[in-house]
């Protein structure tokens, strides 16, 4: 199939999801993938086609201080098809596996297409990582060739293996300087070697967040990704010409899903705001100096947004989104009254493209994932019988006709794969439940959702309801051993300010979680403190659990700083179950 074939369809699946962007059911009813044909490369087949002549800018850069950048999508083509010559020039080959350690910065980008355009496997890896993770990652990454920025070196000085190092933005002994003079003109005898990629071929090793174990090594083809973002770009709302910020760090599969592939998909702008520290003020007037259309943000972004004076709407905001953790109706119904725009929720994982989402323009249930998007099938599977569930089970998709946007499996562990996709699904380890109308409400993670008196216990609804008091700028909730109960439940509280953690305060959302949930549910002891998260800002709910069962070991060990309901005059009655 000739290159602008491939295009030409890739554009039409693309088109017809902007068509039916606000109908939902249209969108899902009618989508299909394309069809690319068994040789495919988006770098090329797609990015350099729309590149052509293109002056639009494909990504701007914001410092703190207020310098920047802006660089279109002809340039963004010709930059990355002269580091491409330069990589190959250094040893980069098709197949080979290269570690990016690189911020929110130009050859972040730039470097992605070039490796991409080589045939090349990229690994985009956290800057927060220290030389023992990074030796990890380039031994079981099967790392040829790293490119870092000069500052990042010594923490490869220990590092072992037989790779190339490449720098960028100063010289250092033993490494090779990243190319300067990208925007000169190329010679008229440079030329990049014609590389031929297959739809299956690896195209990019992600890394997960490793929550409970060391971190999974996810494997994306030429397609997975690159085509399966177009249930991303569908979900957040893009279309051509916006400008879209989405606050995400390099390393991650979600900086993949919404700083690179989906606005690029739909000839967007990346906005990207570089700060150190957060500061809600600052965000909001880029929101309004950019004239930013679409934005999406974490949790713990939105939470802390709105402690602060979210005021009136960024002038051009369309879309808000919400990825990476359930979003709390709390925080969706705050943003709502101050800006008119409701947060729309999406879910995914690094393993996919998103899969389920509040379409735009549909109408939005505060907690709820919403549909499965288009392309995607979506079954709920009863974790104990594996069969499908009528109402509640593990979100798993179906083999049978294996989903474009799914991963390949996942690096050097064939079992852990196997694991994944057992019995003809894939296996997410999420718990949801559906009604009628095929809506799709987050219940919590396969190993997070607890019994408790023989009922079962959701996180996530513990963790919203706690949302709605004043004091409580973010919960994780665990299960307590209690000979008792099996279970109580347990919630690790961070404090807003204003809110002192002392047994006013502990007294104060015990009280709350007596009429917020229901008995079975009820918050019984209360800790306050800052949560233990992954360097991506997950909650690590299976320490705050490990921490919970070793105090159990011993009856007379109680937790130092913990508060329960028992300590209260008024709370430790009507308590059944």
Request: charged residues 30%; hydrophobic residues 35%; positive net charge.
């Given at each position: 199939m000739r290159s602008e074939e491939v295009t030409a369809r890739y554009r039409a699946a693309r088109d017809h999801l902007l068509s039916v962007r606000e109908d939902g059911d249209a969108a899902r009813a009618d989508f299909r993938w394309p069809d690319v044909g068994d040789t495919f490369n988006w770098a090329t087949d797609w990015f350099d086609a729309v590149a052509r002549d293109n002056d639009r800018v494909a990504l701007q850069l914001v410092e703190v201080d207020g310098s920047g950048s802006s660089t279109t999508y002809a340039e963004m083509s010709r930059r990355s098809e002269r580091l491409a010559v330069h990589l190959h020039g250094l040893g980069v080959r098709k197949g080979d596996h290269v570690l990016l350690m690189l911020g929110n910065q130009l050859e972040l980008w730039e470097t992605m297409l070039a490796v991409m355009k080589l045939g090349a496997v990229i690994l985009p890896t956290s800057t927060m990582l220290e030389s023992a993770d990074l030796q990890d990652r380039i031994d079981r990454g099967l790392v040829r060739h790293v490119v870092t920025n000069a500052g990042e070196t010594p923490k490869f000085t220990d590092v072992t293996g037989g790779f190339t190092r490449i720098v960028i933005g100063g010289a250092a002994a033993g490494w090779?300087?990243?190319?300067?003079?990208l925007d000169d003109p190329a010679p008229a005898d440079e030329s990049r070697p014609d590389v031929v990629t297959r739809a299956d071929d690896p195209c990019l090793v992600y890394f997960t967040s490793g929550t409970t174990?060391?971190?999974?090594?996810?494997?994306?083809?030429?397609?997975?990704y690159p085509v399966g973002h177009l249930s991303t770009m569908y979900w957040l709302g893009l279309r051509p010409g916006d400008v879209h910020l989405a606050i995400s760090s390099p390393g991650w599969g979600k900086h993949a899903w919404s700083c690179f592939f989906a606005p690029w998909i739909a000839e967007a702008t990346v906005f990207v705001y570089n700060y150190e520290r957060f500061d809600a003020p600052a965000l909001l007037d880029q929101l309004e100096r950019a004239r930013v259309t679409t934005?999406?943000?974490?949790?713990?972004?939105?939470?802390?947004?709105?402690?602060?004076?979210?005021?009136?709407?960024?002038s051009a905001l369309r879309e808000v989104v919400s990825a990476g953790e359930p979003l709390n109706p709390e925080v969706i119904s705050r943003v709502q009254r101050a800006w008119g725009r409701t947060i729309r929720d999406g879910y995914g994982q690094t393993e996919t493209t998103a899969i389920v989402g509040n379409s735009p323009g549909g109408t939005v249930r505060p907690g709820a994932m919403g549909h499965p998007l288009p392309g995607v099938t979506v079954t709920l599977v009863d974790p104990v019988t594996g069969e499908p569930a009528v109402a509640e089970g593990e979100v798993c998709l179906d083999l049978t006709t294996r989903p474009v946007n799914l991963m390949a499996g996942y690096l050097g562990d064939p079992d852990r794969t196997r694991s994944a996709l057992?019995?003809?699904?894939?296996?997410?380890?999420?718990?949801a439940s559906v009604d009628d109308e095929g809506v799709l409400?987050?219940?919590?993670?396969?190993?997070?959702?607890?019994?408790?008196?023989?009922y079962k216990v959701s996180p996530f609804e513990v963790e919203s309801a706690l949302l709605q008091h004043p004091a409580v700028a973010e919960s994780a909730v665990v299960p307590a051993p209690d000979d008792t109960r099996l279970n109580v439940v347990k919630a690790y509280v961070t404090l807003n300010a204003g809110w002192e953690p002392d047994a006013e305060t502990a007294r104060a959302v015990l009280?709350?979680?007596?009429?917020?949930?229901?008995?079975?549910?009820?918050?019984?002891?209360?800790?306050?403190?800052?949560?233990?998260?992954?360097?991506?800002?997950?909650?690590?709910?299976?320490?705050?659990?490990?921490?919970?069962?070793?105090?159990?070991?011993?009856?007379?060990?109680?937790?130092?700083?913990?508060?329960?309901?028992?300590d209260f005059d008024g709370l430790r009655s009507g308590g059944r179950p």
């Open positions: 090779h300087d990243y190319p300067t003079t174990s060391k971190p999974k090594m996810v494997v994306h083809t030429q397609v997975s934005f999406c943000a974490p949790p713990t972004v939105w939470r802390l947004l709105i402690q602060a004076d979210l005021g009136t709407r960024p057992r019995d003809g699904w894939f296996h997410t380890g999420d718990v409400t987050f219940i919590g993670r396969t190993d997070d959702v607890f019994k408790s008196s023989d009280a709350f979680a007596r009429t917020a949930l229901p008995a079975y549910e009820r918050v019984r002891r209360v800790e306050f403190g800052a949560l233990p998260k992954t360097i991506s800002g997950k909650i690590r709910r299976v320490e705050l659990r490990d921490r919970e069962a070793l105090a159990a070991t011993d009856e007379s060990t109680r937790q130092a700083e913990e508060w329960r309901d028992t």
